[in-house]
């Protein structure tokens, strides 16, 4: 078991949330258009040599250790990008929902997607909300995410949360495929790249419900470490 703290926003106001979860698990090819999916899976291998999942959505298990909150982040090699999500942060039966980046080794992820997962960190937002106060209009909720890329910053993805699958249906999945999931932090899957994969030093993105007007962040730096032994 781990511990992590948020900010917790609901309607009647604010207080700090401290989660202890048992397990990190992040959800792949979790959109809710099936077509589309299996044309993200054939470009994938085309493009990045990618192996075609087994089952869909696919399910990672990430160890405790990469969940983070830092914003100055070091990965190996220069391949690596976020990808923007809901996150489910389901304790003792509630439901929260926070904003992350299951930021991913791409050219790790043509030999193992598991181990592709494993060695980069995942950046999680520092406030969550609750998901009652989000049910009613959960489909008009809004992901985007930008890169900067040599100074530049570029729109990198964008779409809502129509795109992936819903929480009930994720956690339907999970139930069903790896069973007791009591404390957990879930990624939920992530909307469409606009120009394909790119790769910044630095990563932003955003949650926006505009029925209450409000939006949760996620930003950091992609430090690149050295591969050369010093």
């Known amino acids: ?25 992040v959800i792949g090819y979790a959109g809710r258009n099936r077509e589309k999916i299996m ?27 990469v969940l983070t909150q830092e914003k100055d982040i070091k990965f190996v090699g220069g391949k690596t990008s976020g990808e923007i999500e809901y996150v489910i942060v389901l304790i003792d039966g509630r439901i929260y929902i926070g904003l992350g980046s299951d930021h991913t080794d791409r050219e790790l992820e043509s030999v193992s997607v598991p181990k592709s997962k494993q060695v980069c960190p995942k950046p999680i937002s520092t406030e969550v909300w609750d998901y009652n106060d989000l049910k009613d209009h959960w489909d008009q909720i809004k992901l985007v995410s930008y890169q900067t890329i040599n100074g530049v910053e570029e ?8 795109d992936i699958l819903p ?4 956690l339907a999945e999970l139930y069903s ?9 879930i990624y939920s899957g992530t909307v ?9 030093e630095n990563f932003r993105g955003m949650m926006v419900d505009e029925v209450l007007n409000r939006s949760l962040t ?6 690149v470490i050295s591969e050369e032994e010093r």
């Open 192 to 200: 469409p790249l606009l120009k394909g994969f790119a790769y910044g």
């Open 167 to 170: 929480v009930e249906k994720i």
């Open 39 to 65: 044309e993200h899976i054939k470009e994938l291998e085309e493009q990045l040599g990618v192996p075609a999942p087994k089952n869909i959505p696919t399910i990672f298990e990430c160890s405790h250790e």
């Open 155 to 162: 729109q990198y993805q964008a779409g809502t949360l129509a």
């Open 1 to 25: 078991m781990r511990n992590i703290d948020f900010k917790l926003t609901k309607l009647s106001g604010e207080e700090n949330l401290s989660v202890n979860y048992d397990e990190l698990l």
């Open 218 to 223: 996620l930003n950091y730096n992609v430090n």
């Open 177 to 185: 495929r790896v069973g007791s999931i009591k404390n957990s932090i």
